[in-house]
T-cell receptor, first 110, second 115 residues
Framework: SQTIHQWPATLVQPVGSPLSLECTVE??????LYWYRQAAGRGLQLLFY??????ISSEVPQNLSASRPQDRQFILSSKKLLLSDSGFYLC?????????FGSGTRLTVV | DQQVKQNSPSLSVQEGRISILNCDYT??????FLWYKKYPAEGPTFLIS?????DKNEDGRFTVFLNKSAKHLSLHIVPSQPGDSAVYFC??????????????FGKGTLLTVNP
């Protein structure tokens, strides 16, 4: 079956610390993968998408980066977190019906 | 500038009544429209979609209406149930790229269905 895994579920990090969020999918090959963020009072904002290994497109300039080291692995990173990086981060991949989202990571930068 | 607007941040209805959630978009090139439902601390889940060649799509208690001339879509839930209480996101996309498309989401509407 096709599933998407995202971890951790919650994360509290101090300002200036690094970040690594991981997303993996199962049951499919060569998926299009996406990172979205939902900040307080805002909709879902597309951060990055990837159509293949090593191929990353950034939608908005920011303090974050993404990598796709393997076909079914998508990683969101930061070298130094800012307070404004707090939010709910969602990984997704495209299916015939649209997106299937992971369960999300609640990141709080303190 | 927002390409997708859900002007009502919240909506409260009684159980058994109809819930109507609205969404407006600005770009006439969008040709694929979806609604997602999101519970707290969970990822959004797909609810229902409609393509630009149709003006109505129904799935059980959920119906999506599309008015292309007005660039407006709505989600009707009849009858509403307490378990429908969640945030509903409208999403629009350009499907001309096949499976490689990006969705633009609205800010969401928090629906509360009161018993």
């Amino acid at each position: 079956s096709q599933t998407i895994h995202q971890w951790p579920a919650t994360l509290v990090q101090p300002v200036g610390s690094p970040l690594s969020l991981e997303c993996t999918v199962e049951g499919t090959s060569n998926p299009n993968l996406y990172w979205y963020r939902q900040a307080a009072g805002r909709g879902l904002q597309l951060l990055f998408y990837s159509v293949g290994i090593g191929q990353i497109s950034s939608e908005v300039p920011q303090n974050l980066s993404a990598s796709r080291p393997q076909d079914r692995q998508f990683i969101l990173s930061s070298k130094k977190l800012l307070l404004s990086d707090s939010g709910f981060y969602l990984c997704a991949w495209t299916t015939r019906l649209g997106y299937t989202f992971g369960s999300g990571t609640r990141l709080t930068v303190v | 500038d927002q390409q997708v607007k859900q002007n009502s941040p919240s909506l409260s209805v009684q159980e058994g009544r109809i819930s109507i959630l609205n969404c407006d978009y600005t770009n006439s090139m969008f040709d694929y429209f979806l609604w997602y439902k999101k519970y707290p601390a969970e990822g959004p889940t797909f609810l229902i979609s409609i393509s630009s060649i149709k003006d109505k799509n129904e799935d059980g208690r959920f119906t999506v209406f599309l008015n292309k001339s007005a660039k407006h879509l709505s989600l009707h839930i009849v009858p509403s149930q307490p378990g429908d209480s969640a945030v509903y996101f409208c999403a629009v996309g350009d499907n001309s790229g096949g499976s490689n498309y990006k969705l633009t989401f609205g800010k969401g509407t928090l629906l509360t269905v009161n018993p």
